[in-house]
Structure formats: C-alpha cells, structure tokens
C-alpha cells in the first residue's frame, strides 16, 4: 500500500488542524495505520493508531484528549485530528501501515508516507 499524508500547517498555539493519509491500493482496508512524528533533533515518535476497522485506537500520553484517530475506508483514507495544539507539538508528521510486531516501535512498519510539516506557535 502507499500512503500520502497531507493537511499540516502553521497554526497558534490553541488552534486545530486535520491531516488526512490518502492510500492507493484496494488492501488498504486491511491494514492498521499509525501516525507518527519526528520533531527538529528527535527520534520518530508514536503519536496514534487505528485498527483497520476503526474499531480500536490507542494515542501517545502526550496528545491524549486532544487528538482523535479516525478512518474512512470507501474513501482509503485515516485521518488525525489535533486539537489544542502546543508549540511542542511542532514536527513532521508521517502515517504508517503496520506489519508486525510492537505498534509503538516505527520498525513495525513497512509502508510509509512522506509526511506532512506542523509549526505551531506560540
């Protein structure tokens, strides 16, 4: 499957955006995405993951309550909605399709968007 990930920006501290994760392929219904990212001088982090039905998610400590994973599979796409953004927040955003093993772990993925550039202000 390939995924493209799109709808970050500049946004102020407070403010709320939407990136989505476009997939080509007729599979991509059977695969459970995660969105991580990587800020300026850190390591790729896990920020959230949906199950290929949606059924089940799971988020990152630091962005609990404030955002909220969710997929629509007629339109091959998963989106990451972020509310209440921080300054720390800041970073590139990536969507991954999972293979095996720990969902925390960005080696558990084999398929990878380009990802999306969020600055947010303060």
């Known amino acids: 499957v390939q995924l493209q990930a799109s709808g970050g920006g500049l946004v102020q501290a407070g403010g709320s955006l939407r990136l989505s994760c476009a997939a080509s392929g007729r599979t991509f219904s059977t695969y459970d995405i995660a969105w991580f990212r990587q800020g300026p001088g850190k390591d790729r982090e896990f920020v959230a993951f949906v199950t290929w039905r949606g059924r089940s998610t799971d988020y990152a400590d630091s962005v609990k309550g404030r955002f909220t994973v969710s997929r629509d599979n007629a339109k091959n796409t998963v989106y990451l909605q972020m509310n209440s953004l921080k300054p720390e927040d800041t970073a590139v955003y990536y969507c991954?399709?999972?293979?095996?093993?720990?969902?925390?772990?960005?080696?558990?993925?084999?398929?990878w968007g380009q990802g999306t550039l969020v600055t947010v202000s303060s």
């Open positions: 991954a399709a999972y293979s095996r093993g720990s969902v925390y772990n960005p080696a558990s993925y084999n398929s």
